[in-house]
């Protein structure tokens, strides 16, 4: 055999006591197997809704003393709270006013009418049970429910009063 002929073949692979392969992306970051800090985390896949119901209690419990008690906890619901409520809910009120028998002034008369009503019933205490709070105030105290417990609900017990709504 010459010597360039034996540079040019093909050599057999060599056995190793330990042959290492170094893995790149997720392998060597969240999903190691090796690393010491991710070892022993090893958590369990399940649905959602077993996941939340089996620990629902804790999870409350954490979330509202996170927002009591840290600075942070309190930002984040505010924050979230203001960005998606922010002024709250407005009525516009568009009435079908052909169908009632009534002219395009007609029309926009009751609507501003109607809005205005709504807005002062809204601004003042008398949508509130205990008259604690203004229509506004109920929207961002039920949002920030919701997000610090998971849910919000309104429970309309005791004393009930009519709302009437007029069309003049």
Not at 118 to 144: E, G, H, M, P, T
Request: glycine share 8%.
């Amino acid at each position: 055999m010459h010597e360039k002929e034996h540079k040019n073949r093909i050599r057999a692979p060599t056995l190793r006591k330990s042959v290492r392969f170094r893995n790149t992306g997720y392998s060597e970051g969240g999903a190691s197997r090796t690393s010491n800090i991710l070892k022993a985390w090893n958590p369990e896949r399940s649905s959602a809704k077993a996941d939340i119901d089996a620990n629902l209690r804790s999870l409350r419990g954490r979330s509202a003393d996170q927002v009591i008690n840290t600075p942070v906890g309190a930002a984040a619901i505010n924050s979230s709270v203001v960005h998606a409520v922010g002024d709250g809910l407005r009525l516009f009120p568009r009435i079908p006013y052909k169908f009632l028998g009534l002219d395009a002034k007609a029309g926009r008369e009751w609507a501003r009418k109607t809005s205005r009503e709504f807005d002062l019933w809204a601004a003042s205490k008398n949508c509130d049970l205990y008259r604690r709070n203004n229509f506004y105030d109920l929207q961002f105290i039920a949002y920030s429910t919701y997000l610090t417990d998971g849910d919000s609900f309104r429970f309309s017990g005791g004393k009930i009063r009519r709302l009437t709504c007029r069309i003049h």
